[in-house]
């Protein structure tokens, strides 16, 4: 007979990230069901343009994909876990998700979808989202 420890905050933690996914989920069709995690995201808006932040710590910039195609951007990737092959610890509390992730925004018409732009530093990714210039109202001469 085997003893396994209870970890009254794994039980939490878990719940927790099940009902995140399911109010962060925008169809049931989403491949986001599908992933083993969902990173953190801040958006902010600016009177000309967006500002996303993604947590990705680990992961590095070319072990993320990053698409826009109809009015639909997608951050995808996957990240490693921390547990050594064939080192199994004798106690474990993870909270960091690890594995395959899967985020998708759908974006106003208003942005300017040629410029967008992506950095990452220091686990962050970060996309700046231009909207397009709006257009200026111009007075119309009346032909007599």
Do not use: C
């Amino acid at each position: 007979m085997a003893m396994m420890t209870y970890e009254p905050h794994d039980v939490m933690t878990r719940l927790q990230q099940e009902i995140n996914r399911l109010f962060d989920r925008g169809d049931e069709s989403s491949s986001e069901a599908l992933s083993d995690w969902m990173p953190s995201v801040d958006i902010l808006e600016y009177d000309n343009h967006f500002k996303l932040f993604v947590d990705l710590p680990g992961v590095k910039p070319d072990q993320v994909e990053l698409t826009l195609e109809n009015g639909m951007l997608t951050i995808e990737g996957q990240r490693a876990g921390t547990i050594d092959e064939g080192n199994e610890p004798s106690r474990r509390r993870v909270e960091r998700g690890a594995g395959r992730f899967h985020r998708r925004f759908v974006l106003p018409r208003t942005v300017d979808q040629e410029q967008v732009r992506a950095t990452s530093h220091d686990g962050v990714l970060e996309i700046e989202i231009p909207k397009q210039a709006k257009a200026q109202p111009r007075r119309i001469e009346i032909a007599a």
